[in-house]
């Protein structure tokens, strides 16, 4: 397995995607770091393995357009982390609207199915590694609440195995990291969970705590590392024994 120099983390502004820059920057890489709109928190890093690409991705299009761009920056393309995705609305699926639907399952598989689909084209001749992000729920039918974001991540599940079997031919691994509860933004602001629901939510998990963005970004770390060359079509959980 070569040596991996050039990753591209595509929807790097949440807390995952801050944390695991930090992890890289300590690395001899170089680095491209989409971002839709948001980029406070990864433009506080000023360093030149960094190059900042800002694109709200809306079509297969818009895919291409941006896994091009990371691979002419960098002049080359090893890997590609995908950590784009969100729910757009909490709300439980007897009530679900089409256009909460169509949200989530355009921003949580097919835009991540044709990111890692031109990804592996670039990766085909000289091998790589593209990772999904899935959620350690979706085994377990994930939350009423959010079913098209459950569903979304669980066929993400589907195709990193079948990507896997396509890819081994290329030396192109495929993996998922699939978070359990993380203490993070997406809860804290966008879902407005309070005190108490964070408190509740805890209790259900056998380590009696939250994750944190640090302990996923290293998961990933260790995936684009050369331990795990023989790691591939795995859904790792870090979830802290949750759903056990």
Request: charged letters at 30%; a positive charge.
């Amino acid at each position: 397995m070569k040596r991996l120099e050039k990753i591209a983390i595509i929807g790097s502004s949440g807390d995952i995607g801050i944390a695991l820059t930090k992890i890289l920057l300590n690395l001899d890489i170089k680095l491209f770091l989409h971002y839709n709109k948001t980029s406070k928190g990864i433009k506080k890093f000023n360093d030149k393995k960094i190059n900042y690409f800002s694109k709200k991705i809306k079509n297969k299009k818009d895919c291409i357009d941006v896994i091009n761009n990371a691979e002419k920056t960098m002049k080359g393309l090893d890997a590609v982390i995908l950590l784009i995705g969100g729910i757009n609305k909490l709300e439980k699926w007897e009530d679900l609207k089409q256009k909460d639907w169509d949200h989530d399952i355009k921003n949580n598989l097919s835009i991540p199915f044709f990111l890692a689909q031109h990804a592996y084209k670039k990766l085909k001749k000289a091998g790589g590694r593209i990772i999904f992000c899935g959620t350690a729920s979706a085994s377990f039918a994930g939350g009423k609440d959010s079913l098209a974001y459950g569903l979304s991540k669980y066929c993400l599940e589907f195709l990193t195995k079948r990507f896997a079997k396509d890819g081994a031919d290329h030396n192109i691994l495929f993996n998922t990291v699939a978070p359990g509860f993380i203490d993070s933004s997406l809860h804290r602001i966008k879902l407005k969970k309070s005190k108490l629901q964070f408190s509740n939510r805890i209790k259900m998990i056998p380590l009696k705590r939250a994750g944190r963005p640090d302990e996923v970004a290293s998961l990933i770390n260790f995936l684009l590392s050369e331990e795990s060359s023989y790691i591939t079509g795995e859904i790792l959980k870090i979830s802290g024994g949750d759903w056990l």
